[in-house]
């Protein structure tokens, strides 16, 4: 296992994140990760990194700062924490997150704190936020499991075993197996998405209707002069990199103005360790008008109201109902791997890189494209096994997208 472990290190520091010689490089990652965080370290100085942060947390210890500490106290971001960030972003920088999640750890939590943590922390780090969603420096997720995380998704098997299981799956979805070069098959996958976004591309479709047999019938509307994109971007400075991995998508920015009609969750949301499930959002011009969640609705209710553009959409993905994530047929309970296994929205912020010139664009510019600004960015699941999802261009034309689930361009 450890050699797949290096093989992860390296694919995720060579490939992911794409570190250049007298880069600063900023880890994150969860404590108990320490040793793939050595394998990380190791691995960017043999590309040359100038220097490597990692910065270790503790879902545990946050949930104890939680339980114990006042809403005021929680909500205070130091200046010298912002200030952390401001000098990175003067600097030749990239940044790695190990995502590695605890879902349902913070079951009972007070949702007004963890609401008010994560708009405080949203608008503190806003001005970061927006220098990776833009692409000034590279940035990559990948992810590890936790103890908590692997009993979720596989509830009759011990600690141990769960976990070892699910790091199978994780390394799976991320094409490494011990006989095969996983930087390799990565340069493939990123061309078959390259003809894919190309094709959707040439389309320049004025909006694209879902329909299922759950129930979701919604047409959601592109913005102006719209990007698909998906797979391997490119850096301000000209760097490659892969912000996400695994990935299967090909997402664009949705006009924030012109959504319409209902849209259900085909897999529970993890928010901020709770998870929200069953749930459906009804839109009415690109706002969120009507919703209801079998579970954690107060949750949803706190997430859509965060802040204006918490309650209309960021980006609209498309996936194959066929793809590795899906056909291990794993529930993850984690978006960055549920999201690559079905179609998905994000409510939120969008992606300047969806838009022609967005990275170089002002805010009101973007505004002026319908993008949507908010201090949050989560994806919610949508797809199905039968779901069709139909292009209509400007001058009128229908174009079948997905047919049973699986795109067919």
Known sequence: MNNLLEKYATLAINTG????????????????????????????????????????????????????QELETLAHIPKWSVDEFDEYMSEDFCSLSVYAPSPGLMAGIDDSKMSAVAKASGEALKAYREYMMSNQGQWSLVSLPTKEWANVVFPDLDDETAQSKLLEAILYSVRIDETTDPVLLWDK????????????????????????????????????????????????????????????????????????????????????????????????????????????????????????GSSRIGEIALISHKSPISDLNILFYNTLFDENASCHM???????????????????????????????????????????????????????IIVNGNITL
């Open 346 to 400: 994000a409510l939120g912020e969008a992606y300047p890189m969806n838009v022609k010139g967005g990275t170089t664009m002002t805010r009101d510019e973007l505004k002026a494209h319908n993008a949507n600004n908010s201090i949050l960015h989560e994806d919610f699941m949508f797809g199905s096994s039968d779901m069709s999802a139909v292009g209509i261009t400007h001058d009128g034309k229908e174009i079948e």
């Open 189 to 308: 996958h990123n061309e078959t998405l390259k003809r894919q976004n190309t094709a959707l591309n040439e389309y320049n479709f004025k909006s694209i209707r879902f329909k299922n047999s759950l129930g979701t019938d919604i047409e959601v509307g592109l913005a102006p002069n719209h990007v698909w994109a998906g797979g391997m971007e490119t850096s301000a400075k000209g760097y490659t990199f892969n912000p996400n991995m695994p990935t299967e998508e090909s997402f664009t920015m949705p006009d924030n103005q012109n959504v319409n009609g209902i849209v259900y969750s085909t897999k529970p949301l993890n928010y901020n360790g709770k998870l929200i499930d069953e749930f459906y959002l009804e839109f009415k011009d690109g706002k969120v008008v009507n919703y209801h969640a079998e579970k954690e609705l107060e949750t949803l209710k706190s997430l859509l109201e965060t802040d204006e």
């Open 17 to 68: 994140v794409n570190v250049q010689k007298g880069q600063t490089l900023l880890i994150r990652m969860k404590a108990e990760h320490y040793e793939f965080g050595r394998m990380l370290t190791e691995a960017a100085y043999a590309r040359g990194a100038k220097k490597v942060v990692v910065k270790f947390s503790d879902d545990h210890i946050s949930k104890s700062h939680y339980t114990h």
